[in-house]
T-cell receptor, first 117, second 116 residues
């Protein structure tokens, strides 16, 4: 069975601080896909990144960076110099690459990030 | 290009009433999905449609039915609403390539449903 754990339920930081959101996953598959989504207060889900399990290269996109470590089954998300607009709930998700359930995204319960001005 | 649209945005039902949530996408995606989001639970898949003409159960299908009307539209029906179905419902779509359904899903704005 697939499982995604986001142990941090809520995080508060002061604007311009760096913050890391943790994501730990469980799967028996050797190939799979990991995702991060952002859900701002307006409610929609915004896709941020997809990572293939065979590609452990870290990725940076502006103030966002992702650290994928297969050895520890973690896919952490760091926001550098946080801004108020980063306030949202962030979800980590896992998807099988093939087989039963491969259409399903298994979501973590989310981490609510509040950036205080 | 509107992406994924959902109607209605809000709905209040009484126990036992029925309703259909509508979803449409204009991105020419093959696959479409219905999720529900409950507080502290993340999102859970209700049903999905891998391609036009097919539908399959997800993690929490009980109490729901779906119809893939055409490539663009995927509806979710509650035949006899129950308070346990109070939730926010999201429709999503994704491209399915020859390698599999691993592409990211794009979500609609959600429908907030309350069942009294």
């Amino acid at each position: 069975a697939q499982k995604v754990t986001q142990a941090q339920t809520e995080i508060s930081v002061v604007e311009k601080e760096d913050v890391t959101l943790d994501c730990v996953y469980e799967t028996r598959d050797t190939t799979y896909y990991l995702f991060w989504y952002k859900q701002p207060p307006s409610g929609e889900l915004v896709f941020l990144i997809r990572r293939n399990s065979f590609d452990e290269q870290n990725e940076i996109s502006g103030r966002y960076s992702w650290n994928f470590q297969k050895s520890t089954s973690s896919f952490n998300f760091t926001i550098t110099a946080s801004q108020v607009v980063d306030s949202a709930v962030y979800f980590c998700a896992l998807r099988r690459s093939q087989g039963a359930g491969s259409y399903q995204l298994t979501f973590g319960k989310g981490t609510k990030l509040s950036v205080i001005p | 290009n509107a992406g994924v649209t959902q109607t209605p945005k809000f709905q209040v039902l009484k126990t036992g009433q029925s309703m259909t949530l509508q979803c449409a996408q204009d991105m020419n995606h093959n696959s479409m999905y219905w999720y529900r989001q409950d507080p502290g639970m993340g999102l859970r898949l209700i049903y999905y449609s891998a391609s036009e003409g097919t539908t399959d159960k997800g993690e929490v299908p009980n109490g729901y039915n779906v119809s893939r009307l055409n490539k663009r539209e995927f509806s979710l029906r509650l035949e006899s609403a129950a308070p346990s179905q109070t939730s926010v419902y999201f429709c999503a779509s994704s491209v399915m390539t020859s390698g599999g359904p691993y592409n990211e899903q794009f979500f609609g704005p959600g429908t907030r449903l309350t069942v009294l």
